[in-house]
Protein backbone atom coordinates (compact mmCIF):
# COMPACT_ATOMS: atom_id res chain seq x y z
CA UNK A 1 0.00 0.00 0.00
CA UNK A 2 1.41 3.86 -0.70
CA UNK A 3 -0.04 6.40 0.13
CA UNK A 4 2.68 8.82 -1.56
CA UNK A 5 -0.71 10.42 -3.65
CA UNK A 6 -2.47 11.33 -0.81
CA UNK A 7 -2.21 15.06 1.27
CA UNK A 8 -0.04 15.24 4.31
CA UNK A 9 -1.77 14.63 7.57
CA UNK A 10 1.39 15.09 10.05
CA UNK A 11 4.33 16.72 8.52
CA UNK A 12 7.28 17.29 10.89
CA UNK A 13 10.18 19.45 10.15
CA UNK A 14 13.52 20.15 11.79
CA UNK A 15 12.04 19.79 15.17
CA UNK A 16 14.61 20.62 17.66
CA UNK A 17 14.07 19.80 22.01
CA UNK A 18 16.17 20.12 24.72
CA UNK A 19 16.10 19.69 28.14
CA UNK A 20 19.36 21.94 29.78
CA UNK A 21 22.46 20.76 27.88
CA UNK A 22 20.75 17.17 26.74
CA UNK A 23 19.81 18.26 23.03
CA UNK A 24 17.20 14.80 22.81
CA UNK A 25 15.54 15.88 19.26
CA UNK A 26 18.31 17.28 17.04
CA UNK A 27 16.14 17.84 14.05
CA UNK A 28 13.32 15.15 13.15
CA UNK A 29 11.83 15.22 10.07
CA UNK A 30 8.72 13.20 9.49
CA UNK A 31 5.67 13.25 7.27
CA UNK A 32 2.75 11.00 7.36
CA UNK A 33 0.09 10.19 4.70
CA UNK A 34 -3.84 10.26 5.35
CA UNK A 35 -4.20 6.80 6.45
CA UNK A 36 -1.08 5.84 6.87
CA UNK A 37 -0.07 4.08 9.64
CA UNK A 38 4.21 4.55 10.76
CA UNK A 39 5.57 2.82 13.14
CA UNK A 40 8.71 5.04 15.17
CA UNK A 41 11.14 2.76 16.46
CA UNK A 42 14.22 3.39 18.79
CA UNK A 43 16.24 2.31 22.05
CA UNK A 44 14.98 3.59 25.15
CA UNK A 45 15.28 7.37 26.48
CA UNK A 46 16.25 8.09 22.10
CA UNK A 47 13.51 10.69 22.25
CA UNK A 48 10.25 8.54 21.23
CA UNK A 49 8.28 9.89 23.58
CA UNK A 50 9.27 13.60 23.69
CA UNK A 51 8.54 13.54 19.93
CA UNK A 52 5.01 12.16 20.22
CA UNK A 53 4.49 14.91 23.25
CA UNK A 54 5.99 17.52 20.55
CA UNK A 55 3.56 16.64 18.36
CA UNK A 56 0.14 16.36 20.57
CA UNK A 57 0.42 19.69 22.47
CA UNK A 58 1.99 18.37 25.70
CA UNK A 59 5.20 20.02 24.96
CA UNK A 60 6.70 22.94 23.21
CA UNK A 61 9.61 22.54 20.73
CA UNK A 62 12.41 24.57 20.20
CA UNK A 63 12.18 24.90 17.19
CA UNK A 64 11.24 24.10 13.67
CA UNK A 65 7.83 22.84 12.57
CA UNK A 66 4.54 20.48 13.30
CA UNK A 67 1.99 20.56 10.47
CA UNK A 68 -1.36 18.88 10.96
CA UNK A 69 -3.43 19.03 7.62
CA UNK A 70 -1.33 21.71 6.24
CA UNK A 71 -1.85 24.15 9.67
CA UNK A 72 1.64 24.88 11.53
CA UNK A 73 0.62 23.80 15.29
CA UNK A 74 3.82 25.56 16.87
CA UNK A 75 2.95 28.58 18.93
CA UNK A 76 -0.96 28.22 18.15
CA UNK A 77 -2.85 30.17 20.82
CA UNK A 78 -4.25 27.16 23.17
CA UNK A 79 -8.23 27.61 21.80
CA UNK A 80 -6.58 27.14 18.19
CA UNK A 81 -4.44 24.39 19.94
CA UNK A 82 -7.52 22.53 21.74
CA UNK A 83 -9.49 22.56 18.34
CA UNK A 84 -6.74 20.81 16.62
CA UNK A 85 -6.36 18.52 19.24
CA UNK A 86 -9.98 17.28 18.83
CA UNK A 87 -8.57 15.33 16.01
CA UNK A 88 -6.35 13.22 17.79
CA UNK A 89 -6.97 10.40 20.36
CA UNK A 90 -3.87 8.45 22.18
CA UNK A 91 -3.64 5.39 24.15
CA UNK A 92 -1.28 5.93 26.61
CA UNK A 93 1.77 3.54 27.75
CA UNK A 94 0.19 2.92 31.21
CA UNK A 95 -3.08 3.48 29.30
CA UNK A 96 -3.38 6.69 31.91
CA UNK A 97 -6.95 6.35 33.12
CA UNK A 98 -8.72 8.33 35.46
CA UNK A 99 -9.14 6.29 38.67
CA UNK A 100 -11.35 8.63 40.10
CA UNK A 101 -14.05 7.52 37.43
CA UNK A 102 -15.65 4.29 36.64
CA UNK A 103 -14.83 2.65 33.81
CA UNK A 104 -17.53 3.60 31.25
CA UNK A 105 -17.11 7.57 32.17
CA UNK A 106 -13.10 7.31 31.31
CA UNK A 107 -14.19 5.77 27.85
CA UNK A 108 -17.07 8.29 27.55
CA UNK A 109 -15.12 10.73 28.81
CA UNK A 110 -13.95 12.88 25.18
CA UNK A 111 -17.64 12.16 24.11
CA UNK A 112 -18.81 14.11 27.39
CA UNK A 113 -16.15 16.71 27.77
CA UNK A 114 -14.91 17.65 24.28
CA UNK A 115 -18.07 17.02 22.04
CA UNK A 116 -20.62 17.94 24.77
CA UNK A 117 -22.61 14.97 24.80
CA UNK A 118 -25.37 13.87 27.71
CA UNK A 119 -24.17 11.26 29.74
CA UNK A 120 -27.18 8.98 28.78
CA UNK A 121 -25.48 8.74 25.31
CA UNK A 122 -22.50 8.79 26.29
CA UNK A 123 -22.42 6.46 28.31
CA UNK A 124 -24.24 4.02 25.50
CA UNK A 125 -21.40 5.11 22.75
CA UNK A 126 -18.77 3.92 25.25
CA UNK A 127 -20.54 0.41 25.75
CA UNK A 128 -20.70 0.62 22.09
CA UNK A 129 -16.47 1.47 22.12
CA UNK A 130 -16.02 -1.36 24.68
CA UNK A 131 -17.60 -4.10 22.74
CA UNK A 132 -15.70 -3.24 20.27
CA UNK A 133 -12.46 -3.60 21.92
CA UNK A 134 -13.65 -6.98 23.48
CA UNK A 135 -14.80 -5.62 26.79
CA UNK A 136 -17.01 -7.25 28.72
CA UNK A 137 -20.04 -4.74 29.70
CA UNK A 138 -20.59 -5.88 32.96
CA UNK A 139 -17.30 -4.09 34.07
CA UNK A 140 -18.61 -0.58 33.25
CA UNK A 141 -19.43 0.83 36.50
CA UNK A 142 -15.68 -1.02 37.97
CA UNK A 143 -12.94 1.42 38.51
CA UNK A 144 -10.27 1.12 36.25
CA UNK A 145 -7.69 -0.06 39.08
CA UNK A 146 -10.08 -3.03 39.70
CA UNK A 147 -8.96 -4.01 35.99
CA UNK A 148 -6.02 -6.11 34.99
CA UNK A 149 -3.22 -4.19 32.92
CA UNK A 150 -4.62 -5.90 29.49
CA UNK A 151 -7.75 -5.06 29.96
CA UNK A 152 -6.60 -1.26 31.08
CA UNK A 153 -5.01 -1.30 27.73
CA UNK A 154 -8.32 -1.72 25.83
CA UNK A 155 -10.18 0.52 28.31
CA UNK A 156 -7.41 3.13 27.06
CA UNK A 157 -7.96 2.33 23.42
CA UNK A 158 -11.92 2.54 23.71
CA UNK A 159 -11.15 5.74 25.37
CA UNK A 160 -9.00 6.92 22.56
CA UNK A 161 -11.41 5.53 19.57
CA UNK A 162 -14.83 6.70 21.41
CA UNK A 163 -14.45 9.99 19.55
CA UNK A 164 -13.82 8.58 16.48
CA UNK A 165 -10.14 11.00 16.00
CA UNK A 166 -8.90 11.37 12.28
CA UNK A 167 -5.20 10.57 14.22
CA UNK A 168 -4.12 7.75 16.56
CA UNK A 169 -0.56 7.83 18.52
CA UNK A 170 0.40 4.82 20.62
CA UNK A 171 2.59 5.20 23.12
CA UNK A 172 4.97 1.59 23.61
CA UNK A 173 1.13 -0.14 23.29
CA UNK A 174 2.57 -3.64 24.11
CA UNK A 175 4.92 -2.80 26.90
CA UNK A 176 4.15 -4.53 29.94
CA UNK A 177 2.33 -7.41 28.64
CA UNK A 178 2.64 -11.02 27.39
CA UNK A 179 2.99 -12.00 24.27
CA UNK A 180 -0.41 -13.49 23.75
CA UNK A 181 -2.36 -10.06 24.95
CA UNK A 182 0.57 -7.83 23.21
CA UNK A 183 -0.70 -9.57 19.71
CA UNK A 184 -4.25 -9.13 21.05
CA UNK A 185 -3.91 -5.35 21.24
CA UNK A 186 -2.04 -5.12 18.18
CA UNK A 187 -5.21 -6.66 15.99
CA UNK A 188 -7.61 -4.28 17.98
CA UNK A 189 -5.12 -1.46 17.17
CA UNK A 190 -5.24 -2.23 13.71
CA UNK A 191 -8.94 -3.01 13.45
CA UNK A 192 -9.56 0.38 15.08
CA UNK A 193 -6.99 2.48 12.95
CA UNK A 194 -8.68 0.62 9.66
CA UNK A 195 -12.29 1.25 10.60
CA UNK A 196 -11.88 4.31 11.84
CA UNK A 197 -10.00 5.21 8.39
CA UNK A 198 -7.72 7.06 10.65
CA UNK A 199 -4.20 8.28 10.43
CA UNK A 200 -1.95 6.17 13.35
CA UNK A 201 1.76 7.01 14.58
CA UNK A 202 3.05 4.60 17.08
CA UNK A 203 6.16 4.51 19.06
CA UNK A 204 7.55 1.00 20.20
CA UNK A 205 10.50 -0.85 20.67
CA UNK A 206 8.91 -4.01 20.30
CA UNK A 207 9.87 -5.11 16.63
CA UNK A 208 6.85 -8.31 16.68
CA UNK A 209 4.29 -5.01 17.46
CA UNK A 210 5.49 -2.81 14.74
CA UNK A 211 5.46 -5.48 11.75
CA UNK A 212 1.88 -5.95 12.98
CA UNK A 213 0.57 -2.55 13.02
CA UNK A 214 2.44 -0.41 11.01
CA UNK A 215 2.36 0.39 6.93
CA UNK A 216 5.73 2.36 7.56
CA UNK A 217 8.99 2.53 10.00
CA UNK A 218 10.96 5.13 11.40
CA UNK A 219 14.15 4.50 13.10
CA UNK A 220 15.40 7.52 15.40
CA UNK A 221 18.91 7.44 16.80
CA UNK A 222 20.33 10.15 18.53
CA UNK A 223 17.21 12.67 18.12
CA UNK A 224 17.50 12.09 14.20
CA UNK A 225 15.48 9.70 12.13
CA UNK A 226 17.96 7.27 10.81
CA UNK A 227 16.15 5.00 8.34
CA UNK A 228 12.35 5.56 6.80
CA UNK A 229 10.66 3.14 4.87
CA UNK A 230 8.27 0.16 4.34
CA UNK A 231 7.85 -2.83 6.84
CA UNK A 232 8.92 -4.77 4.10
CA UNK A 233 11.93 -3.92 3.67
CA UNK A 234 13.60 -3.79 7.23
CA UNK A 235 14.75 -7.09 7.18
CA UNK A 236 17.30 -6.31 3.74
CA UNK A 237 17.28 -2.46 4.50
CA UNK A 238 21.17 -2.55 4.08
CA UNK A 239 21.04 -0.04 7.16
CA UNK A 240 23.66 -1.46 9.90
CA UNK A 241 21.65 0.59 12.86
CA UNK A 242 18.48 -0.78 11.80
CA UNK A 243 20.05 -4.11 11.34
CA UNK A 244 21.55 -3.94 14.58
CA UNK A 245 18.12 -2.71 16.43
CA UNK A 246 15.93 -5.47 14.68
CA UNK A 247 18.35 -8.24 15.86
CA UNK A 248 18.85 -6.41 18.95
CA UNK A 249 22.48 -6.99 18.75
CA UNK A 250 24.95 -5.16 21.46
CA UNK A 251 28.07 -4.80 18.63
CA UNK A 252 27.72 -2.60 15.94
CA UNK A 253 26.82 1.44 15.36
CA UNK A 254 24.54 2.01 18.10
CA UNK A 255 26.83 2.21 21.76
CA UNK A 256 24.48 1.52 24.70
CA UNK A 257 25.91 4.66 27.03
CA UNK A 258 25.28 2.50 30.01
CA UNK A 259 27.11 5.18 32.52
CA UNK A 260 25.44 8.32 30.83
CA UNK B 1 32.20 37.66 46.52
CA UNK B 2 31.39 34.12 46.88
CA UNK B 3 29.22 35.05 49.78
CA UNK B 4 27.52 37.77 47.35
CA UNK B 5 26.97 34.92 44.73
CA UNK B 6 25.28 32.94 46.65
CA UNK B 7 22.77 35.40 48.44
CA UNK B 8 22.29 36.74 44.79
CA UNK B 9 21.57 32.90 42.90
CA UNK B 10 19.73 32.37 46.01
CA UNK B 11 17.88 35.65 45.42
CA UNK B 12 17.33 34.87 41.95
CA UNK B 13 15.83 31.29 42.58
CA UNK B 14 13.45 32.71 44.93
CA UNK B 15 12.19 35.30 42.37
CA UNK B 16 11.78 32.38 39.50
CA UNK B 17 9.51 30.08 42.31
CA UNK B 18 7.50 33.23 42.78
CA UNK B 19 7.09 33.79 39.32
CA UNK B 20 6.07 30.60 38.33
CA UNK B 21 3.29 30.71 41.29
CA UNK B 22 1.83 33.93 40.23
CA UNK B 23 1.81 32.58 36.43
CA UNK B 24 0.45 29.19 37.76
CA UNK B 25 -2.25 31.23 40.21
CA UNK B 26 -2.46 33.37 37.15
CA UNK B 27 -4.09 30.95 34.87
CA UNK B 28 -5.92 29.05 37.36
CA UNK B 29 -8.01 32.43 38.02
CA UNK B 30 -8.34 32.91 34.08
CA UNK B 31 -9.82 29.83 34.17
CA UNK B 32 -11.94 29.57 37.04
CA UNK B 33 -13.67 32.23 35.82
CA UNK B 34 -14.18 31.04 32.40
CA UNK B 35 -16.47 28.71 30.77
CA UNK B 36 -17.18 25.76 30.63
CA UNK B 37 -17.43 25.15 34.61
CA UNK B 38 -17.52 21.85 36.12
CA UNK B 39 -20.49 21.85 38.83
CA UNK B 40 -20.14 18.07 39.82
CA UNK B 41 -16.72 18.75 40.54
CA UNK B 42 -16.91 21.78 42.46
CA UNK B 43 -19.71 20.14 44.54
CA UNK B 44 -17.17 16.97 45.16
CA UNK B 45 -14.78 19.26 46.07
CA UNK B 46 -17.05 21.08 48.51
CA UNK B 47 -18.24 18.19 50.17
CA UNK B 48 -14.68 16.87 50.66
CA UNK B 49 -12.98 19.74 51.85
CA UNK B 50 -15.94 21.01 54.06
CA UNK B 51 -18.29 18.61 55.00
CA UNK B 52 -15.50 16.49 55.82
CA UNK B 53 -13.30 18.57 57.95
CA UNK B 54 -15.97 19.72 60.03
CA UNK B 55 -15.12 16.88 62.52
CA UNK B 56 -11.06 17.65 63.20
CA UNK B 57 -11.97 21.52 62.65
CA UNK B 58 -14.66 21.39 65.46
CA UNK B 59 -12.36 19.06 67.80
CA UNK B 60 -9.69 21.56 67.03
CA UNK B 61 -12.17 24.95 67.96
CA UNK B 62 -13.72 23.01 71.36
CA UNK B 63 -10.71 22.17 72.96
CA UNK B 64 -9.41 25.45 72.20
CA UNK B 65 -12.17 27.36 73.33
CA UNK B 66 -11.84 25.70 76.57
CA UNK B 67 -8.31 26.14 76.79
CA UNK B 68 -8.77 29.94 75.91
CA UNK B 69 -11.22 30.09 79.11
CA UNK B 70 -8.62 27.95 81.28
CA UNK B 71 -5.60 30.04 80.44
CA UNK B 72 -7.54 33.60 80.89
CA UNK B 73 -9.14 32.29 84.04
CA UNK B 74 -5.52 31.43 85.95
CA UNK B 75 -3.88 34.00 84.34
CA UNK B 76 -5.98 36.89 85.47
CA UNK B 77 -6.92 35.35 88.50
CA UNK B 78 -10.50 35.73 89.13
CA UNK B 79 -11.39 37.69 86.13
CA UNK B 80 -15.07 37.52 85.84
CA UNK B 81 -17.61 36.61 82.99
CA UNK B 82 -16.72 39.84 80.83
CA UNK B 83 -13.55 39.25 80.72
CA UNK B 84 -13.25 35.62 79.82
CA UNK B 85 -15.83 35.84 77.65
CA UNK B 86 -13.75 38.73 75.51
CA UNK B 87 -10.57 36.86 75.21
CA UNK B 88 -12.39 33.50 74.09
CA UNK B 89 -14.47 36.04 71.49
CA UNK B 90 -11.24 37.63 70.26
CA UNK B 91 -9.04 34.75 70.42
CA UNK B 92 -11.24 32.38 68.54
CA UNK B 93 -12.75 34.71 65.78
CA UNK B 94 -9.83 36.62 65.28
CA UNK B 95 -7.09 34.58 65.41
CA UNK B 96 -7.30 31.19 66.43
CA UNK B 97 -10.08 29.92 64.79
CA UNK B 98 -9.05 30.61 61.37
CA UNK B 99 -5.40 29.79 61.71
CA UNK B 100 -6.23 26.58 63.35
CA UNK B 101 -9.09 25.85 61.18
CA UNK B 102 -6.88 26.65 58.00
CA UNK B 103 -3.46 24.75 59.54
CA UNK B 104 -6.04 21.36 60.27
CA UNK B 105 -7.17 21.64 56.58
CA UNK B 106 -3.99 22.20 54.82
CA UNK B 107 -2.86 18.89 56.16
CA UNK B 108 -5.92 17.31 55.22
CA UNK B 109 -6.97 19.00 52.09
CA UNK B 110 -3.52 20.84 50.52
CA UNK B 111 -1.88 17.00 51.38
CA UNK B 112 -4.43 15.42 48.94
CA UNK B 113 -4.85 17.90 46.69
CA UNK B 114 -0.94 17.61 46.14
CA UNK B 115 -1.05 13.46 46.30
CA UNK B 116 -4.06 12.80 44.31
CA UNK B 117 -2.47 15.62 41.28
CA UNK B 118 0.96 14.10 41.82
CA UNK B 119 -0.08 11.16 40.78
CA UNK B 120 -2.55 12.04 38.02
CA UNK B 121 0.62 13.71 36.85
CA UNK B 122 3.14 10.90 37.05
CA UNK B 123 0.76 8.17 35.21
CA UNK B 124 0.19 10.38 32.72
CA UNK B 125 -3.57 10.83 33.51
CA UNK B 126 -2.80 14.37 33.23
CA UNK B 127 -1.64 14.58 29.35
CA UNK B 128 -4.74 12.21 29.01
CA UNK B 129 -7.15 14.92 29.66
CA UNK B 130 -5.14 17.67 27.33
CA UNK B 131 -5.64 14.89 24.35
CA UNK B 132 -9.28 14.74 25.12
CA UNK B 133 -9.52 18.60 24.88
CA UNK B 134 -9.64 18.97 28.70
CA UNK B 135 -7.83 21.82 29.98
CA UNK B 136 -6.60 20.59 33.18
CA UNK B 137 -6.43 23.69 35.06
CA UNK B 138 -10.02 23.92 34.30
CA UNK B 139 -10.66 19.99 35.29
CA UNK B 140 -8.54 19.85 37.73
CA UNK B 141 -7.31 23.10 39.62
CA UNK B 142 -10.35 25.89 39.16
CA UNK B 143 -12.88 23.17 40.79
CA UNK B 144 -10.32 23.03 43.71
CA UNK B 145 -9.52 26.90 44.60
CA UNK B 146 -13.57 27.47 44.09
CA UNK B 147 -14.62 24.99 46.62
CA UNK B 148 -11.82 25.84 49.11
CA UNK B 149 -12.36 29.80 48.48
CA UNK B 150 -16.07 29.39 49.59
CA UNK B 151 -15.64 26.33 52.15
CA UNK B 152 -13.40 27.62 54.46
CA UNK B 153 -15.21 30.95 55.59
CA UNK B 154 -17.87 28.04 56.53
CA UNK B 155 -15.97 26.32 58.39
CA UNK B 156 -13.99 28.90 60.44
CA UNK B 157 -17.81 30.58 61.26
CA UNK B 158 -18.35 26.92 62.56
CA UNK B 159 -15.06 26.70 64.32
CA UNK B 160 -16.02 30.12 65.78
CA UNK B 161 -19.39 28.58 67.10
CA UNK B 162 -17.74 25.66 68.43
CA UNK B 163 -14.76 27.92 70.10
CA UNK B 164 -16.78 30.24 72.16
CA UNK B 165 -18.96 26.96 72.91
CA UNK B 166 -15.91 25.37 74.19
CA UNK B 167 -14.98 28.66 76.33
CA UNK B 168 -18.77 28.62 77.45
CA UNK B 169 -18.70 24.80 78.93
CA UNK B 170 -15.25 25.75 80.88
CA UNK B 171 -16.67 29.03 82.38
CA UNK B 172 -20.30 27.85 83.13
CA UNK B 173 -19.58 24.17 84.32
CA UNK B 174 -16.08 24.48 85.65
CA UNK B 175 -16.19 28.23 86.92
CA UNK B 176 -19.54 28.26 88.17
CA UNK B 177 -20.62 31.91 86.00
CA UNK B 178 -23.74 32.57 85.36
CA UNK B 179 -24.82 31.16 81.98
CA UNK B 180 -27.34 34.03 80.61
CA UNK B 181 -24.22 36.76 81.89
CA UNK B 182 -21.44 34.68 80.21
CA UNK B 183 -23.42 34.75 76.82
CA UNK B 184 -23.98 38.25 77.76
CA UNK B 185 -20.84 39.25 77.46
CA UNK B 186 -19.93 36.84 74.73
CA UNK B 187 -22.02 38.90 72.10
CA UNK B 188 -21.40 42.64 73.54
CA UNK B 189 -17.19 41.00 72.62
CA UNK B 190 -18.50 40.37 69.42
CA UNK B 191 -17.04 43.05 67.07
CA UNK B 192 -17.62 43.07 63.39
CA UNK B 193 -13.78 44.29 62.34
CA UNK B 194 -12.48 40.91 64.07
CA UNK B 195 -15.34 38.62 62.90
CA UNK B 196 -15.30 39.54 59.44
CA UNK B 197 -11.24 39.56 59.16
CA UNK B 198 -11.58 36.35 60.38
CA UNK B 199 -13.72 35.09 57.26
CA UNK B 200 -11.54 37.56 55.19
CA UNK B 201 -8.47 35.22 56.42
CA UNK B 202 -10.11 31.94 55.89
CA UNK B 203 -10.99 32.77 52.17
CA UNK B 204 -7.82 33.76 52.26
CA UNK B 205 -6.24 30.63 53.31
CA UNK B 206 -8.84 28.55 51.17
CA UNK B 207 -7.17 30.17 48.41
CA UNK B 208 -3.41 29.38 49.09
CA UNK B 209 -4.01 25.82 50.62
CA UNK B 210 -6.10 24.94 47.03
CA UNK B 211 -3.07 26.98 45.38
CA UNK B 212 -0.04 24.98 47.03
CA UNK B 213 -2.04 21.72 46.54
CA UNK B 214 -2.57 21.80 43.13
CA UNK B 215 1.05 23.34 42.10
CA UNK B 216 3.10 20.68 43.39
CA UNK B 217 0.60 18.19 42.50
CA UNK B 218 0.78 19.52 38.76
CA UNK B 219 5.00 20.21 39.03
CA UNK B 220 5.30 16.95 40.92
CA UNK B 221 7.80 14.40 39.19
CA UNK B 222 9.43 11.15 39.34
CA UNK B 223 7.30 8.76 40.58
CA UNK B 224 5.66 8.19 44.17
CA UNK B 225 8.80 9.40 45.60
CA UNK B 226 8.32 12.53 43.75
CA UNK B 227 4.50 12.85 44.41
CA UNK B 228 5.60 12.37 48.53
CA UNK B 229 8.06 14.97 48.28
CA UNK B 230 5.08 17.39 46.48
CA UNK B 231 2.83 15.99 49.32
CA UNK B 232 5.53 17.58 51.86
CA UNK B 233 6.25 20.61 50.16
CA UNK B 234 1.80 21.57 49.59
CA UNK B 235 1.74 20.68 53.30
CA UNK B 236 4.52 23.07 54.71
CA UNK B 237 4.29 25.73 52.17
CA UNK B 238 0.88 26.45 52.79
CA UNK B 239 1.20 26.19 56.29
CA UNK B 240 3.75 28.72 56.13
CA UNK B 241 1.83 31.37 53.85
CA UNK B 242 -0.68 30.65 55.93
CA UNK B 243 0.69 32.24 58.72
CA UNK B 244 2.59 35.26 56.48
CA UNK B 245 -0.71 36.00 55.27
CA UNK B 246 -2.40 35.67 58.69
CA UNK B 247 -0.23 38.80 59.69
CA UNK B 248 -0.50 40.98 56.90
CA UNK B 249 -3.96 40.65 56.92
CA UNK B 250 -4.20 41.06 60.32
CA UNK B 251 -1.87 44.20 60.04
CA UNK B 252 -4.10 45.91 57.50
CA UNK B 253 -7.27 45.11 59.36
CA UNK B 254 -5.81 47.01 62.39
CA UNK B 255 -3.18 48.33 62.23
CA UNK B 256 -3.55 52.08 62.89
N1 LIG C 1 10.21 16.58 30.95
C1 LIG C 1 11.50 16.23 30.80
N2 LIG C 1 12.47 16.91 31.46
C2 LIG C 1 13.76 16.59 31.31
N3 LIG C 1 14.22 15.58 30.55
C3 LIG C 1 13.32 14.85 29.87
C4 LIG C 1 11.91 15.13 29.96
N4 LIG C 1 11.26 14.26 29.19
C5 LIG C 1 12.19 13.47 28.64
N5 LIG C 1 13.43 13.81 29.03
C6 LIG C 1 14.69 13.19 28.61
O1 LIG C 1 14.65 13.03 27.23
C7 LIG C 1 15.23 11.79 26.85
C8 LIG C 1 14.28 11.05 25.94
O2 LIG C 1 13.16 10.64 26.69
P1 LIG C 1 11.94 9.84 26.06
O3 LIG C 1 10.98 9.63 27.15
O4 LIG C 1 11.46 10.53 24.85
O5 LIG C 1 12.62 8.47 25.65
P2 LIG C 1 11.94 7.25 24.89
O6 LIG C 1 12.60 7.15 23.56
O7 LIG C 1 10.47 7.39 24.91
O8 LIG C 1 12.41 6.03 25.80
P3 LIG C 1 11.57 4.76 26.30
O9 LIG C 1 11.57 3.80 25.18
O10 LIG C 1 12.38 4.28 27.46
O11 LIG C 1 10.21 5.24 26.70
C9 LIG C 1 15.54 11.05 28.13
O12 LIG C 1 16.92 11.11 28.32
C10 LIG C 1 14.81 11.81 29.21
O13 LIG C 1 15.58 11.83 30.37
MG1 LIG D 1 8.84 6.51 26.02
Known amino acids: MTHSDTPAKIEVRDLHKSFGSKHVLRGVDLTLRSGESLAVIGGSGTGKSVLIKNIIGLMEPDSGSIRIDGEDVVGMSPDERERVTRKFGMLFQGAALFDSLPVWENVAFGLIQSKGMNRHAAREEALVAMVQVGLDTDIADRSPAELSGGMQKRAGLARAIATKPEILFFDEPTTGLDPIMGSVIDDLIVKSVRELDATALSITHDMASARRIADNIAMIYEGRIVWHGPVADIDDSGNEMLDQFIHGRSDGPIQLRVAS | ?256
Open chain 2, 1 to 256: MRLLRAIGRGTIAIFAVIGRISVFAGTSLYHCVRPPFFPRLILRQMIEIGFYSLPVVGLTAIFTGMVLALQSFSGFGFAGEATIANVVVWGITRELGPVLAGLMVAGRIGAAMAAEIGTMRVTEQIDALTTLSTNPFKYLVAPRLIAAVAMLPLLVLVADVIGVLGGFIVSVYDFGFNPTTYLKSTWASLDAAGFISGLVKAAVFGFLIALMGTYHGYHSKGGAQGVGQATTNAVVSSSILLLLFNFIITALFFAT
